[in-house]
């Protein structure tokens, strides 16, 4: 079975950073994307990135972009969020995501993803 861990959650002060890491075993397909949702609480759930295998193409939400990055070690066993320039608006539970699902450089298309992992907190304080 996939199976998904997200870490690295935490409490930062505005402007700080945090890196996220989504460990990721089980994986039987040959091309998969993994990324990364967020929830803050009383809003919907938003697709904040994605990497996929077959070319390392990333997409970053708008909001996102610039200060977010994400990354991959060489066995894909664990993708990176590197969250830089924190912001109070960034505060959510951020969820890794698995499957085959489309993802581009313009586009994060949710159908396709198969695995869930549990989330890990962000909290930043202003």
């Known amino acids: 079975d996939v199976q998904l861990q997200a870490s690295g959650g935490g409490l930062v002060q505005a402007g700080g950073s945090l890196r996220l890491s989504c460990a990721a075993s089980?994986?039987?397909?040959?091309?998969?994307?993994i990324g990364w949702f967020r929830q803050a609480p009383g809003k919907e759930r938003e697709a904040v990135s994605c990497?996929?295998?077959?070319?390392?193409?990333?997409y970053y939400t708008y909001s996102v972009k610039g200060r977010f990055t994400i990354s991959r070690d060489s066995a894909w066993a664990t993708v990176y969020l590197q969250m830089n320039s924190l912001k109070p608006e960034d505060t959510a539970r951020y969820y890794c995501?698995?499957?085959?699902?489309?993802?581009?450089?313009?586009?994060?298309?949710?159908?396709?993803?198969?695995?869930w992992g549990k989330g890990t907190l962000v909290t930043v304080s202003s």
């Open positions: 990497i996929r295998r077959r070319d390392d193409d990333a």
């Open positions: 995501v698995e499957g085959d699902f489309y993802c581009s450089e313009n586009y994060f298309d949710p159908v396709g993803i198969e695995r």
């Open positions: 089980g994986i039987t397909l040959k091309d998969y994307a």
